[in-house]
């Protein structure tokens, strides 16, 4: 599925409480839109997901848009709780998932943390290839592509490199 609509049907079925949440998971090289569409949904579900009516009465759901280099220095000054925080929000963007280096308490931590948001809204976006995430720890692939949840490769040349084009084909 082309990545922009698995983006659009994402935020869709988030809208229809009647829908089972499920991931989306944008993988691919760097400069190809993942963290682009991710804020599309992000900001589609702020303007008019994270409300929900219950008996009558509209309450919030809550959600966290957090980069993986922040998650994990946020842990290293202190911040052990930031973990579970990822975990127990109604829903979850976390971008650029192995960006950072990760200690073998933090792989363990987010694997955890994975592992809780199994069946939560959640997005996930990544420069590393499945295989890549796989030899970070084989639990959290497993998750990516569990149930109803969808992995995109986004293989494209870079939003750099086309605009480089666009100007030498102006030129010429």
Not at 25 to 32: D, K, M, Q, Y
Not at 91 to 118: I, P
Request: charged fraction near 30%.
């Amino acid at each position: 599925m082309a990545p922009l609509r698995a983006a659009a049907e994402f935020g869709r079925d988030m809208a229809d409480s009647k829908t089972e949440p499920r991931w989306l998971s944008l993988i691919g090289n760097s400069g190809t839109g993942k963290t682009h569409l991710a804020r599309g949904i992000w900001r589609a579900w702020t303007d008019k997901g994270q409300f929900y009516v219950k008996h009558g009465v509209e309450l919030v759901k809550h959600g966290l848009f957090k980069k993986f280099s922040k998650l994990c220095n946020e842990m290293r000054g202190g911040a052990f709780s930031v973990f579970q925080s990822c975990a127990d929000t109604d829903f979850l963007v976390l971008d650029d998932l192995g960006s950072e280096y990760a200690t073998e308490y933090s792989q363990r931590q987010l694997a955890s943390m994975l592992d809780q948001r199994l069946g939560k809204w959640t997005v996930i976006t990544s420069n590393l290839s499945m295989s890549d995430i796989s030899d970070i720890d084989v639990r959290i692939a497993d998750r990516m592509i569990r149930g109803d949840n969808e992995v995109i490769e986004l293989n494209c040349e870079t939003y750099a490199m086309r605009n480089k084009d666009e100007q030498t084909n102006r030129s010429e």
